[in-house]
Nanobody
């Protein structure tokens, strides 16, 4: 069994920065891909950024390229999302996710964090 615990989020003005972190506990050796997703009110959950555990390969949604950076510490099974140049459109609940399989920016991941609110206003 795997549990994901998030920290970070909050309220920030446009142009500001925030950092999210996610820590996996339990049978973390089954995890190969980790990522961040978000869901705004009235919208579907969407992929923001994903990263592979071993090689560190990344993929970003077009809307966040050049502004957000995903990173991981494979030895600690933690990963982070540095969000820069935040815009009101980035307002959403952010979730971390992980799985053995890689679904790129799709939402098919098996394990999910509890979600944290980010408000840009």
């Amino acid at each position: 069994h795997v549990q994901l615990v998030e920290s970070g989020g909050g309220l920030v003005q446009p142009g500001g920065s925030l950092n999210h972190s996610c820590a996996a506990t339990g049978k973390t050796n089954v995890l190969n891909c980790m990522g961040w997703f978000r869901q705004a009110p009235g919208k579907e959950r969407e992929g923001v950024a994903v990263i592979t555990r071993i090689h560190g390969g990344t993929e970003y949604a077009d809307s966040v390229k050049g502004r957000f950076i995903i990173s991981r510490d494979s030895s600690k099974m933690t990963w982070s999302l540095q969000m820069n140049s935040l815009e009101p459109e980035d307002t959403a609940t952010y979730y971390c996710a992980a799985d053995l399989l890689c679904y790129e920016l799709g939402t098919g991941y098996k394990y999910w964090g509890q979600g944290t609110q980010v408000t840009v206003s």
